[in-house]
């Protein structure tokens, strides 16, 4: 039997070979065909983008949904604030992810879809983001953007890699900017490329200390090895992207380096403040792709223009029809559709040709529970915009019997430009919503 010692001294296969020999695949440095220059002579000249944002307190279902179905339908008071843009928008009511339930845990599955998110053995798996970053991501600076608000430590987000590994969120709008705009001296340049190729070696040895393992390992331990690999062959292809971007030329920089907001009482100015950056990043194609999660949970009593909040947003969420509690979360809840409707305004406002960036970019807006007061996971509150398709509607399905939620993920990828006819728990394209 050999030593460790003599089988490195007898054994030198190459870094291709070993990796097949560990019977997986990582994507290899000398994989420079996807290089951003040449990716951005095949691109085309006006991309299409997806931008998803969850509220994980959900609204107060009754001032959201509307009455009424079809086009024509008379808006909701919430869905009021959004007037200017009704022929912009479609909102959705019967819908859900299948087997996605728990409560306040189902804000993981908000954009995977995976089953029983309080269950004991549960495991995520990859987001829509994600997975569509798979297939784009080499075309933009950054694959996607994962960001949030009121996030403690930025320990949760919308984002899980194939891997069903969480990637935390950031919530500095100032560390954003820096990323897309800022450079640094030649010497900070080269420090970069330095961690950079540091990384990709890092990568290497990990993989070597896991090699002969699987030999040795019972069935649930190699499960766990590979999603090991999967996780190092999906960090170092981050990596390797990351370092073919680095003599790329950085957009001029835009506006004044925000200022960010640390107090948690102003979640509405920091929402807003993370659409603007979201807006910021697609006019400059740094990314298509950018997930927003709005944690409430740890939220205190807000601070908004005009608003009389007295209680910490999670209390307020569970009213029990408390009329005063009600009347707090119709201002929170509105607050939140002037914000959306702002967004849109400012991507209408931004022009990509003869079209509009919310013409080329998708928004989805909902949350992971449809009642919050009572943790149900069913006829969740969603609203979807621009991104070339036909709105002005109400798409209304059986609130007691759901449509499943994941039909507008296979919509939102093939509008990507994705081949792709499922995704999770999908049964084909979201019924009733034409592209244009």
Known sequence: MKTRSSWSATMHPSRRQFLRAAGVFLPLPALTSA????????????PRRFLAIC???????????PSETGRGYALSPYLQELAAHRDAFTVFSGVSHPDVDGGHPADNCFLTAAPHPASGGFRNRVSLDQFAAQHIGQLTRFP????????????????WTPGGVLIPCEQRPSALYARMFLRG????IRQQLQRLDLGRSVMDAVAEQAKGLDRKLGVRDKEKLDQYFTAVRDLEARLVKARSWEDVPRPPARGKPPIDITNNKQFMAKTKLMYDMTRLAFQTDSTRLVTIMLDGVSTPPMDFEGAEIKDAYHNLSHHGHSEDKLAQLAQIDRQHMKLLGGLFTSLQAAKEGEESLLDRTMVLFGSNMGDANSH????LPILFAGG????????????????PLPNLFVSV?????LNIEKFASSTGTMRGLEMV
């Open 185 to 188: 001296d030649a010497e900070d």
């Open 35 to 46: 290089l951003p220059r040449q990716a951005r002579a095949a691109r085309g000249p006006t």
């Open 413 to 417: 990828l093939q509008r990507l430009g």
């Open 388 to 403: 070339g398709f036909k709105h002005g509607q109400h798409l209304a399905f059986d609130r007691e019997h759901n449509y």
């Open 144 to 159: 996607s953007l994962t960001l949030g608000v009121n996030q403690d430590g930025g320990q949760r987000s919308l984002s």
């Open 376 to 379: 149900v996971t069913t006829n």
């Open 55 to 65: 509220n994980n307190l959900s609204v107060v279902p009754t001032g959201f949904f």
